[in-house]
Nanobody
Framework: VQLQASGGGLVQAGGSLRLSCVAS????????GSWYRQAPGKRRELVAV???????EYEDSVKGRFTISRDNAKRTVYLQMDSLKPEDTGVYYC???????????????????WGKGTLVTVSS
């Protein structure tokens, strides 16, 4: 299983970007996904998370501006980022819980995978 994150780039404050994270390989689906970011000189922090059948959750500073979504058929998790601020600058990483096997009783088995980061730079 491999994850490919994309969509980062340079944008002015107030602009928007849409990040994508696609799982490929032996994948039956994506149960959950999350986005983290790491600003220069800072620790990696959780930005948003979505789970199958559960609520989405956001870090306080991005609430109302970022939207995480999941397309299981496309094995993809997105992060729509609007009203970007310079403090949103950083490397964004995705982590997906990938379903790799379905048991005879319908139980799903999988594990978490990390994608390589995609750089987001917001200029003031």
């Amino acid at each position: 299983v491999q994850l490919q994150a994309s969509g980062g780039g340079l944008v002015q404050a107030g602009g928007s970007l849409r990040l994508s994270c696609v799982a490929s390989g032996s994948v039956f689906g994506v149960n959950a996904g999350s986005w983290y970011r790491q600003a220069p000189g800072k620790r990696r922090e959780l930005v948003a998370v979505t789970t199958s059948g559960g609520p989405t959750e956001y870090e306080d500073s991005v609430k109302g501006r970022f939207t995480i979504s999941r397309d299981n058929a496309k094995r993809t998790v997105y992060l729509q980022m609007d009203s970007l601020k310079p403090e949103d600058t950083g490397v964004y990483y995705c982590m997906l819980h990938v379903v790799e096997r379905i048991g005879d009783d319908g139980s799903k088995y999988g594990m978490d995978y990390w994608g390589k980061g995609t750089l987001v730079t917001v200029s003031s």
